[in-house]
């Protein structure tokens, strides 16, 4: 098992190395240029956010769909995963994970136009997209739609389930001396209820968790930022220089530290937003809305408050923390060092981080669970939903008891085999992508409704009735 786990880990190491790193940054820039820059309309985006759009199709509000997608999203990656970063990568890491979700933003856009696009309903009237159609009905390449289905639905368990509940349980054990056993039968019965209800259930939680969670969090490192105000000024420009001067060699091999830099930022970047993954058009595909370019500007925001704004003020922190207390911080691994942060704050500070990581956590849960469920369904039909959801919550009680080391590289490499199928379909569909933006924003259509039906389907891609 040990020699299992060390060869997985390898794997794991090589695969999310320079050749997925490359292909997803390169796909970030390419859809950016391809799309006529679009993220200079993410104020539009963030407006359309918060809009009804009551005359359109759809399961959720746009704002729904938004934070099932950003609760998949936000989790301990964005808060211990920069930290991370910014150890073994060095201040200019920060900048690398920030440059890595601006441009991320336009992948996410073309991901959440390919989902409503190529959406369909079943005969209840429910939503269903995601790659997997974009992929079969798109490109007519319904073997990799499946792969995609497949490798997701594992992935939800790994990533989206064992990996968090076990953080949660790490963190409140550490914190409040509770029992695994008992943090994880609250888990899985909370889980349960949210997720037996689908889509509407998951929605109407996180619409909620998710605000309250991001303002808790930003709130606390605001704090810590004013606590730091003096620091604030070096840590930019440290952040900025450490990402392209040979001076963050500190008189070692220059080259090596710089290209670490680029390696962990990136590599933090597109873990944490997902962009190019997949994942967040799953649930981009329920949103009531007109036309496929409204959700797609309203699904790029989530890129934007992730990583734009949450990574970079979770690194801001951090290096004006470390710049006060450099002693403080030092040996300190990646992991420790926003705990040690957020100790600034006087009592409340670790209270802060505690809630703020363990709902997180959580959100991520109930966003993956969703994910997991339309690619089950998209496999074996709706009698799988009910099954799958009771296991998923199982499985969450799992976690909470047990080690993960092996679980966590193991939802790495799913996500990446995930990511590839996505990837040819963004990219082949790049024309299409053009298209639609110019058909409904860059003509001035964004309020027009759609003229393309939905395809009712029923059943599943083996058993498939029309």
């Not at 920060?94 to 959440?112: D, N, P, S």
């Not at 994880?184 to 509407?200: A, C, E, S």
């Not at 710089?258 to 933090?268: L, N, Q």
């Amino acid at each position: 098992m040990e020699g299992f786990a060390s060869f997985i880990s390898a794997v794991d190491s090589w695969v999310w190395g320079w050749p997925l790193i490359i292909l997803l940054l390169g796909t970030h820039v390419f859809l950016t240029f391809r799309l006529g820059i679009i993220q200079r309309f993410i104020g539009k985006g963030i407006k359309l956010s918060v809009k009804k759009d009551p005359d359109a199709e759809g399961d959720v509000s746009q704002f729904a769909a938004l934070t099932t997608a950003l609760a998949a999203t936000i989790g301990t990656g964005n808060i211990i995963g920069v930290g991370t970063a910014l150890a073994l990568g060095g201040p200019g890491a920060i900048l690398w994970c920030w440059l890595t979700g601006v441009f991320g933003i336009a992948t996410k856009y073309a991901e959440g136009l390919l989902a409503c696009k190529y959406r369909v309903k079943t005969s209840d009237g429910t939503m269903l997209g995601g790659p997997m159609y974009a992929l079969e009905r798109g490109l007519n390449m319904k073997w990799l739609g499946i792969l995609f289905a497949i490798f997701a639905s594992i992935a939800a368990f790994g990533i989206g389930n064992l990996t968090q509940v076990n953080a949660i349980t790490s963190m409140v054990s550490h914190f409040a001396s509770v029992p695994g056993w008992v943090i994880g039968i609250v888990v899985t019965v909370l889980t349960f209820v949210v997720i037996v209800g689908g889509i509407k259930s998951i929605g109407a939680v996180t619409e909620k968790l998710i605000p309250f969670m991001a303002i808790f969090y930003v709130l606390g490192c605001i704090i810590i930022l004013c606590i730091n105000a003096s620091y604030i000024g070096e840590a930019i420009a440290l952040i900025c220089t450490n990402a392209f001067s040979p001076r963050a060699a500190g008189g070692g091999f220059a080259g090596a530290v710089v290209m670490m830099a680029i390696r962990r930022g990136v590599s933090r970047g597109l873990f944490s937003n997902e962009s190019g993954l997949g994942s967040a058009p799953i649930a981009a595909a329920a949103a009531i809305s007109r036309n496929p370019v409204r959700q797609a500007l309203v699904s790029m925001t989530g890129t934007f408050w992730d990583t734009v704004v949450i990574c970079l003020m979770t690194g801001l922190m951090l290096v004006t923390s470390i710049l006060r207390n450099p002693v403080g911080f030092e040996g300190l691994p990646g992991n420790q060092l926003t705990y040690k942060a957020f100790e600034l704050i006087p009592v409340v500070g670790p209270i802060i981080l505690v809630v703020g990581l363990a709902t997180f956590a959580f959100s991520t849960i109930l966003g993956w669970a969703y994910y997991g469920e339309r690619c089950i369904e998209y496999l074996f039909g709706k009698k799988s939903l009910l099954p799958f959801r009771v296991i998923f919550s199982l499985v969450t009680f799992v976690g909470a008891i047990t080690t993960l080391d092996l679980a966590w590289d193991l939802a790495d490499l799913f996500n990446a085999f995930m990511a590839v199928p996505n990837l040819v379909s963004l990219l082949l569909l790049s024309g299409v992508l053009a298209a639609e933006t110019k058909k409904y924003l860059k003509d001035g259509n964004l309020d027009m409704l759609s003229d393309e039906p939905i395809p009712v389907v029923e059943g599943s891609v083996f058993f498939k009735k029309k």
